[in-house]
């Protein structure tokens, strides 16, 4: 009986040794725990920096392709706009301007001291014409521009057009005199005018004729209070310039435009 008895003894030693073997100590879970608590902590702060680098790059661009987008179209149609047409609004929150619809050079238009007439000769030009359109000839400031069309001034309003012939014939809707000659006899046509405004951090274009009011950027801010618009007038050594001041910011990006814009000068 002895025997036996030593002999289940030995195996149910084996047994616990074998089971001990098997399992993990407190200190290697807590060891475990550790390294995967680590772990988690690397990770989770590399996806985070990734994320946030990902996004403040996603932020900028959309910024960056915002800011092109309105500057180069306001370049553009800047550009394009008559000569002494440009002015500020709104203590320097709004640009506007009138786009030049056309242009030729005229061979008689009435001038004092010749009698009042309702048409005038030019050399023939773009045949895109609109009954609405209106001739100007030598504005000199903005008042030349945006005045009425009365006698005696620079813009008159246009009845038709006879487009036959080597010179065209314009009719105009009443008699008139021009003010003065054009030095190089050029006429502009024109028909209205569009304005940039900075209003409640977001820049919007708008146009007189049809009054609509389209979004061309947004997220833009002026801490500094300086007027994102500038007019400067034409001298003997330069043409006019608008100078534009904007800054975009979003998500603490921020991106700052300062852009200048030659105007045409002879008008």
Aim: glycine share 4%.
């Amino acid at each position: 009986m002895k025997p036996l008895t030593k002999s289940l003894t030995g195996r149910a030693s084996k047994l616990k040794t074998t089971k001990k073997a098997s399992g993990f100590t407190l200190i290697e879970l807590i060891t475990v725990i550790v390294i995967v608590g680590v772990l988690a902590t690397a990770i989770s702060t590399f996806i985070k920096f990734g994320t946030q680098a990902y996004t403040q790059t996603t932020d900028r661009d959309q910024l960056v392709l915002s800011a092109r987008f309105a500057i180069e179209r306001l370049n553009s149609e800047v550009r394009n706009a008559l000569p002494n047409s440009l002015r500020l609004t709104n203590t320097g929150q709004c640009v506007e301007f009138t786009p030049i619809l056309d242009s030729t050079i005229y061979t008689n238009i009435p001038v004092a001291p010749e009698s009042a007439s309702a048409t005038i000769s030019v050399i023939p030009f773009s045949q895109a014409f609109d009954n609405n359109w209106q001739a100007i000839v030598y504005p000199l400031t903005p008042d030349d521009v945006y005045g009425n069309t009365s006698s005696n001034v620079k813009k008159h309003a246009i009845d038709s057009i006879n487009i036959t012939g080597e010179e065209w014939l314009i009719t105009l809707e009443n008699k008139v005199l021009f003010a003065q000659d054009s030095p190089t006899q050029r006429i502009y046509f024109i028909n209205g005018s569009v304005k940039y405004c900075l209003q409640n951090n977001t820049l919007l274009r708008s146009d007189s004729l049809t009054s609509n009011v389209y979004l061309m950027a947004q997220d833009i801010f002026n801490p500094t209070g300086k007027a994102p618009f500038e007019v400067l007038a034409a001298t003997l050594q330069r043409n006019a310039m608008v100078q534009i001041h904007l800054q975009f910011e979003k998500n603490n990006e921020k991106v700052s435009f300062n852009n200048e814009i030659q105007v045409l000068n002879v008008p």
